[in-house]
């Protein structure tokens, strides 16, 4: 029969290796996002002076290199498919980001959207960190929520509705925001150890806010 001491020396190797694991995967996540940013910061700049991408071909190449990223998650080729997805993104961004730099206008809304972004992802991970909440209860409204948006997105491909475009922006705000908390919350407890996932799921949630807000922001003052 086992000692209660050893049980207890045991418990806490074991708390004190996941606490480690944890640590190990957090480091390594904000390590990668702050490189994949980067690297689209880097493809955006060039890709400043091509016409902008067509939305089908946005989304078949974001979900394709998205799921070749899932596949290859687990491997050393998996870090060369997280910078191809990305960098894919960066590059549909560049037209965009030439768009509003052209005017003062633009210059500072894209000013805000970035700020903005930047605060609401610190402030929804640091909250995440700190309490240490679980936010696995978020898991069914994330799912409903990608389906309503997807939905939406494609019925916006089809009807140039005004409305039905601002909608979905502050969706993908709320959802976003969801899944940042959601995200951090699974690296912390456990549920969550692969850092290229995790990196691809904080991206497309800081991709998202921002231009979810970039379009509110034109929206609301007025610049076209």
Known sequence: MQQPQAIDRRQAGVSVA?????????KNTYLLLAMTLAFSAFTAMLARSLPPLNPWLFLIGAYGLMFLTHK????AWGLVSVFAFTGFFGFALGPILNAYLQSSAGTAILTQALGGTAIAFAALSGYALVSRKDFSFLSGFIVI???VLMLGVVAGLFLNIPALS?????????FASAAILYQTSAIIHGGERNYILATIGLYV??????ISLLNLLTAFGGDD
Do not use: D, H, M, R
């Open 18 to 26: 996941s606490s480690a694991a944890t640590a190990k995967v957090l």
């Open 72 to 75: 290859l998650a687990n491997s």
């Open 145 to 147: 929520g990608f389906v």
């Open 166 to 174: 601002l909608a979905l922006s502050a969706g993908f705000i709320l």
């Open 205 to 210: 949630s800081i991709y998202n806010i921002f």
